[in-house]
C-alpha cells in the first residue's frame, strides 16, 4: 500500500489542524492504520492509531486532543488535532501494518513521505 500525507501547516498555539492520509490499494481496510510524529533531535514517536475494527489508541500526550478515524470506503485515515502546543511541532507520518495493535515503528510496513506541522506559542 501506498500513503500520502496531507494537511499540515502553521498554527497557533490553540489552533487546531486536520491531516490526512490517502492510501493506494484495495486491501486497505485490512490494515491497522496509525500516526507517527518526529521532531527535530528526537526520535519518531507514536501518535494514536486506528484499527482495522474501528478501535483506537492514543499516546498519553494526545489524549483529549487528538481524534483520529478512517473511511474504508475511501480509503483514508485522519487524524483532527485540537488545542494544539507548540511542543506539538513535528512532522507528522501516516504508517499502516498488519500486526497487532502496536506503537512500535518497526512493526509498521508501510510509511507516508510525512507532512510538517508547527505550531507558534
Known amino acids: 500500500v501506498q500513503l500520502q500525507a496531507s494537511g499540515g501547516g502553521l498554527v497557533q498555539a490553540g489552533g487546531s489542524l486536520r491531516l490526512s492520509c490517502a492510501a493506494s490499494?484495495?486491501?486497505?481496510?485490512?490494515?491497522?492504520m496509525a500516526w507517527f510524529r518526529q521532531a527535530p533531535g528526537k526520535d519518531r514517536e507514536f501518535v494514536a492509531v486506528?484499527?482495522?475494527?474501528?478501535?483506537?489508541a492514543y499516546a498519553d500526550f494526545v489524549k483529549g486532543r487528538f481524534t483520529i478515524s478512517r473511511d474504508n470506503a475511501k480509503n483514508t485515515v485522519s487524524l483532527q488535532m485540537n488545542s494544539l502546543k507548540p511542543e506539538d511541532t513535528a512532522i507528522y507520518y501516516c504508517?499502516?501494518?498488519?500486526?497487532?495493535?502496536?506503537?512500535?515503528?518497526?512493526?509498521?510496513?508501510?510509511w507516508g513521505q510525512g507532512t510538517q506541522v508547527t505550531v507558534s506559542s
Open positions: 504508517a499502516a501494518t498488519t500486526s497487532a495493535l502496536t506503537t512500535a515503528t518497526t512493526l509498521y510496513n508501510y
Open positions: 490499494g484495495r486491501t486497505f481496510s485490512s490494515y491497522h
Open positions: 486506528v484499527l482495522w475494527s474501528g478501535t483506537r
